[in-house]
């Protein structure tokens, strides 16, 4: 009989650490999906193990049900993709009575995100969530929709309404990470953020849609019934690649979820290099709903390459001079 020495295994090819902080946010990698684009998370199951990602931002809700903005809805742009679909939802009620004991289950880490039309639906739907989703990890503030409060402006474009939004959802789950997520459609995307740090915000979500329109030359026609649209995908990349490095520059200790036309590690790295500590993938979802885990893995692909042992080191490593 040969007796052979055992031999100690490989390491496996994703064995490099991806785990990051954010804040008290504690994620088993540094790769979301967006809000929006997997919806409450059944949709992306069939591609992606969810429990395997960073986490997953659901699709935003609201106080109630919103049937969203007539159709046409989408259209697709050089590069990138308009939509105007309202954020169309069956409001927080069923959100923790039937989408969030689906992710609990199967052991997602869930991150909530909460809209509204007035400051007090804001804090409803953190109430709901805080006495029925309590184990969700964070709440995403889409403070980009309509304020009817104030109906020239989104709440993300007033410092004020910023801050109040920020103040009261914080007050109602003082004990869960707060990430307001920001329009770059501002003068100072910089007031905007420190008005909702200073209301109690653990950290920022850069960025949302940029406005956009699209006419059909042959109607005559906008292609959105809503005109106006947000434009998603790697045509906003650069916005956003200049957003994160900007406020990062500014507040250099605040979380930061990246978002916005990341479609590959090197579109997530880009925004990391610029002070994202975490990216969502979004638009690409659309296009491959399993971006997110070859995103990941190529993040730990360029990591090993480059001799970095942790992902926070990527943070904001951007070379300005030399």
């Known amino acids: 009989m040969t007796i052979r020495r055992a031999t100690k295994p490989p390491p496996e090819e994703n064995s490099t650490d991806l785990s990051v902080k954010l804040g008290t946010l504690e994620l088993k990698n540094p790769i979301l999906v967006a809000s929006g684009t997997y919806g409450a998370g059944q949709e992306g199951a ?15 809700m609201t106080l109630s049900s919103w049937r969203g903005k007539p159709p046409p809805r989408m259209c ?17 009620d069923h959100f923790v009575q039937e989408d969030y004991p689906w992710l609990r289950k199967r052991g997602v880490t869930v991150i909530a995100s909460v809209a509204g039309n007035t400051v007090d ?24 929709c309509p304020n009817l409060e104030d109906r020239d402006n989104m709440f993300a474009h007033s410092p004020e309404a910023t801050a109040e939004v920020v103040e009261g959802v914080k007050a109602s789950m003082p004990r869960r990470p707060v990430f307001a997520k920001l329009s770059p459609n501002v003068t100072s995307l910089t007031e905007i953020a420190e008005a909702a740090l200073e209301a109690g915000a653990d950290g920022l979500s850069l960025i949302n849609t940029v406005f956009g329109m699209s006419i059909d030359v042959e109607t005559r026609r906008p292609k959105l019934a809503g ?33 916005g036309g990341v479609g590959s590690a090197a579109d997530a790295l880009e925004l990391m290099l610029a002070g994202a500590s975490a990216v969502a993938v979004g638009t690409m979802n659309f296009v491959n709903p399993r971006s997110p885990i070859q995103v990941a893995k190529g993040i730990a692909d360029y990591m090993r390459r480059h001799g970095v042992d942790s992902v926070a080191d990527l943070v904001g490593a951007v070379k300005l001079e030399g």
């Open 121 to 144: 639906e804001f804090v409803r739907v953190t109430d709901k969530l805080r006495t029925a989703a309590q184990q969700i990890s964070a709440l995403e503030v889409n403070i980009s």
């Open 46 to 60: 069939e591609f992606v193990d969810l429990a395997s990602l960073g986490g997953l931002i659901v699709k935003s």
């Open 227 to 259: 005109t106006v649209g947000g434009l998603s995908g790697p045509a906003i990349r650069p916005v956003a690649v200049r957003a994160i490095h900007e406020i990062h520059q500014a507040f250099p200790h605040v979380p930061i979820i990246g978002q």
């Open 76 to 92: 697709e742009t050089p590069s990138g993709m308009l939509n105007a679909i309202g954020i169309q939802n069956k409001g927080v």
